[in-house]
C-alpha cells in the first residue's frame, strides 16, 4: 500500500486544518499527529497480518478424502427376536454409599 492512497480521503483536511491550527493551538496539531501515528500503525500491523496469513496458507496441505468401506459384518437377521434391556442406574452413590 502507499501511503498517499492508504491515508485516505479523510485525512488530507485534516492536514489541511493542521496548519492553522498549528498557529491556533497545539492540542489539535497533537491529537493529529496522534491520529496520523495510530493510522500507520494500523497499516503496519494489517500488512503484517496480510504476510503472516499469506505465510500460513503456504504451510497448509491437502489431504485426500477417504470413502467409507462398507461393514464386514451382515446386519442382524429380520427373524431374530429383538429386546430391549433397560437397567436402572444405582439410587446411591456407590463411593459415598
Not at 464386514?72 to 459415598?96: D, L, Y
Amino acid at each position: 500500500m502507499n501511503a498517499a492512497t492508504s491515508t485516505g480521503p479523510w485525512i488530507e483536511p485534516l492536514r489541511d486544518r493542521r496548519a492553522i491550527q498549528v498557529v491556533v493551538g497545539g492540542t489539535i496539531a497533537r491529537l493529529l499527529d496522534q491520529l496520523e501515528l495510530t493510522l500507520e500503525e494500523l497499516e503496519i500491523s494489517a500488512t503484517e497480518d496480510e504476510l503472516a496469513a499469506e505465510i500460513a496458507a503456504a504451510k497448509t496441505t491437502t489431504v485426500a478424502s477417504f470413502t467409507r468401506r462398507r461393514p464386514s459384518h451382515k446386519p442382524f437377521p429380520e427373524h431374530q427376536r429383538r429386546e430391549r434391556v433397560i437397567v436402572p442406574g444405582p439410587t446411591a452413590c456407590n463411593c459415598c454409599g
